[in-house]
């Protein structure tokens, strides 16, 4: 059974206010909660309901709060426990705000590592750990890149840079895919539908999954030697009928890659057999599409597209390639020209999004394609977690104050004027802080195409 949760939350009745609190936060980090307020279905038996979560949960938390284990708590645990030593699922002892410094934790608990949030439900360190034990990545370890740095007062930035276009929502929904696919389909291709305005920055978020979760897959399969993925940007044709079109993407195709043999009825297989790209093991190909420009006709070349690459017979000694279409809306006060006044309101941004989930719920089964969440606007709470998370700026007051510069009195803004007003802070540390303690090792110096966009 797949596991369409992230995280199960299992809880006293008395202390539902406050898992309600961080099922929220967990949620807007952009991760599927099982909430018993949110999951149970009205008149149906509820034993079922929790069984049912418990087997399609990636993570269990057990809370124990002032009163303690409730009465289907106890044999709800112990389903976890049974659960977790046949599938390998982690399960969380956490402590509540409400529960007593000397409590212990039941004695088929105690095996295993807990959280505590009795300092309140807003501590930076156990929510950290809390997205660890469901991510499995360790944030101490990341932080260890700057360790250093974070005893001045000054900005250090170095390898962090790609870290910054932190999208919860995206991230989650791209790393449940991706394991599903890799699990279920090894090697078949997978196709990611990246959708939001043209200033909210789709490469920069491509370029941060690349480098962490991609490389992190990578690394795990083939080794640390193989660890630098490829990733090509391809023009995507947008004139002529389909026949046009799949001549002119061939044509794309052939110029990126300095190849002759890709022809349009054999393009696919052509491309699998690159030696260029052969060498690598994970292959990230991208393509913009100008929702503008979008007509009567993408949604047909986008389907032929997929199929495409479904045919050939995918073998383990084929690159696994990663399809990202990015389509780019026009920002609200973007100045069309006359030609695109009347075609962007015919295929304005509901009517594209229809079209990408009708695509996506029929591209066949099982299924190659996942539609990401929408891209939006970032608000200064994001920014001050991103910074205070990686300690760009140890001082609180600089924070603030860089957050001030960023946003002044606006609510939210674009991800390209974040990035923007990274780059003036990379300058900062280009002027201030030593050669030798400003990058990691392999870190591209400011100047350079990775930290900000990837063209």
Not at 226 to 244: C, F, H, M, N
Request: glycine content about 4%.
């Amino acid at each position: 059974m797949p596991d369409n949760y992230d995280i199960f939350l299992s809880h006293h009745s008395s202390d539902k206010a406050q898992i309600e609190q961080l099922a929220c936060w967990l949620r807007d980090q952009g991760f599927k909660v099982w909430f018993d307020k949110w999951s149970l279905i009205p008149g149906r038996p509820w034993q079922e309901g929790i069984e049912e979560g418990l087997s399609q949960s990636r993570t269990i938390a057990v809370f124990i709060g002032a009163s303690g284990l409730g009465q289907w708590e106890v044999p709800e645990m112990r389903a976890a426990l049974d659960q977790a030593a046949r599938q390998k699922k982690p399960v969380v002892p956490i402590f509540l705000p409400d529960c007593p410094e000397n409590a212990e934790l039941p004695l088929f608990l105690r095996a295993y590592t807990w959280i505590d949030f009795r300092s309140g439900l807003d501590n930076p360190d156990a929510r950290q750990r809390l997205l660890w034990a469901i991510t499995g990545e360790n944030p101490y370890q990341q932080r260890e890149l700057i360790a250093d740095a974070s005893a001045s007062t000054q900005p250090f930035l170095g390898d962090i840079v790609y870290k910054m276009c932190n999208r919860g929502p995206q991230e989650n929904d791209f790393l449940r895919f991706f394991r599903t696919r890799l699990r279920e389909n090894p090697r078949q291709p997978h196709f990611y539908f990246l959708h939001g305005s043209d200033d909210e920055c789709h490469e920069s978020l491509i370029e941060r999954l690349a480098r962490t979760r991609i490389k992190k897959y990578v690394e795990q399969t083939c080794g640390a030697q193989y660890a630098d993925v490829q990733s090509k940007l391809i023009s995507w044709p947008i004139r002529g009928d389909l026949e046009t079109r799949q001549e002119d993407l061939a044509l794309n195709f052939m110029k990126t890659f300095d190849s002759d043999d890709l022809m349009p009825n054999e393009l696919i297989s052509g491309l699998c057999h690159l030696a260029v790209l052969r060498k690598h093991p994970c292959v990230i190909l991208r393509h913009n599409l100008d929702a503008a420009r979008w007509d009567a006709s993408q949604e047909r070349f986008i389907r032929w597209y997929i199929k495409a690459w479904l045919q050939p017979e995918w073998t383990a000694d084929l690159p696994q390639f990663l399809i990202f279409l990015n389509i780019i809306y026009p920002r609200r006060h973007h100045r069309f020209s006359a030609a695109l006044m009347f075609t962007w309101p015919r295929f304005g941004q509901k009517t594209i999004s229809k079209q990408l989930c009708r695509i996506h719920t029929s591209s066949g089964e099982p299924d190659p394609c996942q539609l990401l969440p929408e891209l939006k606007m970032v608000t200064p709470f994001d920014v001050s977690d991103w910074f205070s998370y990686y300690r760009i700026y140890p001082d609180e007051w600089q924070r603030k104050e860089k957050i001030a510069l960023i946003f002044g009195n606006q609510e939210r803004c674009s991800m390209s004027d974040v990035e923007k007003h990274l780059k003036m802070i990379i300058d900062e540390c280009t002027a201030n802080v030593p050669r030798t303690s400003r990058f990691a090792p392999g870190v591209r110096e400011p100047g350079g195409s990775r930290y900000i966009r990837n063209t």
